[in-house]
């Protein structure tokens, strides 16, 4: 397995999938296009089915949450406690929201906030109901779930989490607490770890994954 994405390559990765921070675009720029990949903001790819449609037709009765408003709160869930919980008493149905920030690249708030080792804001989200993965798990220092995990499926060692973190990533990003679970993956399959760019994160000193050069905001 490669090493987990090193600061400079996660930059260089997401500067032209991710948005810059929250306040950065407005709704017209952050609105899908069909459009040329030229176009400002998020470009959705063009697809036309080669295939029998689905039997199953969805009836559409409610309106989808509002996908800048998902945007917002993902990018918020990775550092802004108030704003993230703000959001979400606002519109609960944000809780597992998921942006894709490019090429497939899914992105809960949940997600947001494990891999930069936010545990206030895990907490305010997993007591509302977010659905807990093995990357949370990781970070949260339980060894437990993370065993019983890659019991079931060895494999997972080599899962990757939105914008490639791996779970030794996430593990060492999650600090003291954490270190069991680092030392048992390294166990299953050592890797060389470099500097967490967002180690300090707990502690609101972290990066920013999705501030256009990768650093703090």
């Keep these: 397995m490669s090493e987990p994405i090193s600061r400079r390559s996660f930059s260089s990765m997401t500067a032209g999938a991710v948005v810059g921070s929250a306040g950065a675009a407005g709704a017209a720029e952050d609105t899908p ?18 295939y029998p449609a689905p039997s199953f037709r969805p009836s559409w009765k409610k309106q989808q949450v509002n996908r800048l408003m998902a945007q917002d709160f993902v990018i918020f869930a990775h550092s802004d406690l108030e704003m993230t919980r703000k959001l979400l008493d606002r519109e609960p149905a944000l809780l597992n929201a998921a942006i894709d920030w490019g090429g497939g690249d899914w992105e809960t708030g949940l997600g947001g ?27 949260l220092g339980r060894l437990d779930a993370v065993k019983s995990f890659l ?5 997972l060692i080599d899962a990757r989490g939105p914008h490639g973190f791996t779970l030794h990533f996430h593990a060492q990003v999650g600090g003291k607490e954490a270190e069991p679970v680092l ?23 972290g990066a920013n994954p999705h501030a256009k050069d990768g650093s703090a905001k």
């Design 183 to 205: 030392a048992y993956l390294q166990s299953v399959k050592e890797i060389k770890l470099g500097p967490n760019p967002f180690l300090k994160s707990t502690h609101g000193g």
């Design 33 to 50: 296009k069909t459009a040329s990949p030229t176009s400002a903001g998020p470009v959705e790819s063009p697809f036309t089915r080669d």
């Design 113 to 139: 906030a494990s891999h930069m080792g936010r545990r206030d804001i895990v907490s305010l989200l997993l007591e509302r109901g977010a659905r807990i993965d093995l990357f949370c798990a990781a970070m």
């Design 151 to 155: 019991t079931l499926e060895p494999r």
